[in-house]
C-alpha cells in the first residue's frame, strides 16, 4: 500500500511565496514522474508541473517562470515552490505519482491541499 500526504497549502497574498511537500511512503519499489495537479471550483484538474526521475520538469505556460518543482529521492518527496502567485492560482493541489511496489506500477493521488491566493 501506497500513500502520498501532502502539506504546506493555506492562504498567500498575491506575490508571495509558498512551498508545497508531498510525500510518499509505503511499500515502493520505485518511483518514476512525479507531478502537481490543481481543480479550482468548476473547473478540470489540470497539470501544473511534472518532474521525471531523471529530474526533466514540464510546466503549462501559466505558472512558467513562477513555479518550480523538485524532488528529493532519498525521502521520496516532490516539492513545488510556488512564487508570485496570483489570485487564479487558487484551487485544490493535488500530488500523482508513478510508482512500482512487488504487485505493479501504478499512478496514485494525494488526498489534495487548498490553497487560496488572496489579499
Known amino acids: 500500500q501506497v500513500q502520498l500526504v501532502e502539506s504546506g497549502g493555506g492562504l498567500v497574498q498575491p506575490g508571495g511565496s509558498l512551498r508545497l511537500s508531498c510525500a510518499a511512503s509505503g511499500s515502493i519499489r520505485s518511483m518514476y514522474t512525479m507531478g502537481w495537479y490543481r481543480q479550482a471550483p468548476g473547473k478540470q484538474r489540470e497539470l501544473v508541473a511534472a518532474i521525471t526521475s531523471g529530474g526533466s520538469t514540464n510546466y503549462p505556460d501559466s505558472v512558467k517562470g513562477r513555479f518550480t518543482i523538485s524532488r528529493d529521492n532519498a525521502k521520496n518527496t516532490v516539492y513545488l515552490q510556488m512564487n508570485s502567485p496570483k489570485p487564479e492560482d487558487t484551487a485544490v493541489y493535488y500530488c500523482?505519482?508513478?510508482?512500482?511496489?512487488?504487485?505493479?506500477?501504478?499512478?496514485?493521488w494525494g488526498q489534495g491541499t487548498q490553497v487560496t491566493v488572496s489579499s
Open positions: 500523482n505519482a508513478d510508482i512500482r511496489t512487488v504487485v505493479g506500477r501504478t499512478s496514485y
